[in-house]
């Protein structure tokens, strides 16, 4: 077991079960009238630390990360309601060695003999608290926040109208004109018969084409709007009263 300056270091550090666990905190040594050395450790437990559980030194050793006892956490945390009154009795140290399976008188470095304190407060808790019994009063607190949940999803949806447009495209076209020219001094040789002469006329018409082009770009943004919501909920506490048995009528809270 480690000296008692190194377990007095651990008073506020973690404490751990012989498997590692961790159990609780560190509170009050109490140490034997015989040796002076200590031989119990409160460790607080439960919820915020509500609770203090004797727990034997035999065995314990301090480390870097706290106290290291050689009690399993179920068992420490099932040992009996010991008020911290500065001291044991003979009848709680009994109850208590009956819990964790020891022998009285079975630790190291000699416990009290009959009659006498069996562990005294190393940490200077003398307190006189005989014949106090308590209740511990709980209530319940409303804390409100906010969550983030889906309430619904808009989607951009393309889809093709068709509608007619209407544009003016200038065309031409070839016309005949019959031109005539007179021969001046009228030429000899001239033969009288039929033909024909061919002209190739041509003509502009419209050409339709379609291409597709990019003309504008189209999204969804979303913006945050803070506002204010009141909640409501029931929430429960507890009261204290005494009853005087003698007549239960008279109740103080």
């Known amino acids: 077991m480690s000296t008692a300056q190194e377990l007095e270091r651990t008073i506020g550090q973690d404490v751990y079960d012989v498997e590692g666990q961790k159990v609780g905190t560190a509170a009050n040594l109490y140490a034997s009238d015989l040796s ?5 450790v409160t460790v607080k437990t439960g919820l915020f ?14 480390e870097q990360d706290g106290l290291h006892v050689g009690q399993r956490k179920d068992l420490i945390k099932d040992a009996p309601r010991i ?34 304190e069996r562990g005294k407060n190393m940490s200077g808790k003398n307190k006189d608290m005989k014949g106090r019994e308590e209740m511990i009063r709980s209530e319940e607190r409303l804390h409100a926040g906010t969550e983030t949940v889906e309430t619904g999803k808009v989607r951009l949806h393309k889809r093709v109208v068709t509608e007619e447009q209407q544009v003016t495209v200038p065309v031409s076209h070839e016309e005949v004109h019959v031109v ?55 929430v429960r506490k507890e ?8 007549d239960p009528k008279h109740r103080r809270s």
């Open 36 to 40: 002076g050395e200590p031989e119990w």
């Open 180 to 234: 005539r020219e007179p021969i001046e001094n009228g030429r000899a040789g001239g033969t009288i018969g039929e033909e024909d002469v061919e002209v190739t006329l041509h003509e502009e018409r419209p050409v339709v084409a379609k291409e597709t082009v990019a003309v504008e770009r189209v999204g969804l943004d979303t913006e945050t709007v803070r506002e204010e919501q009141q909640v409501r909920e029931k």
């Open 239 to 246: 009261q204290v009263e005494v009853v005087d048995d003698a």
């Open 49 to 62: 630390g509500s609770k203090e559980s004797f727990v034997p030194l035999a065995g314990a050793h301090a």
């Open 83 to 116: 008020d911290d009154q500065g001291h044991l009795s003979e009848a709680e140290a009994a109850e208590l060695y009956r819990h964790y399976s020891m022998q009285a008188g079975g630790m190291d470095r000699g416990m009290a003999q009959p009659g006498q």
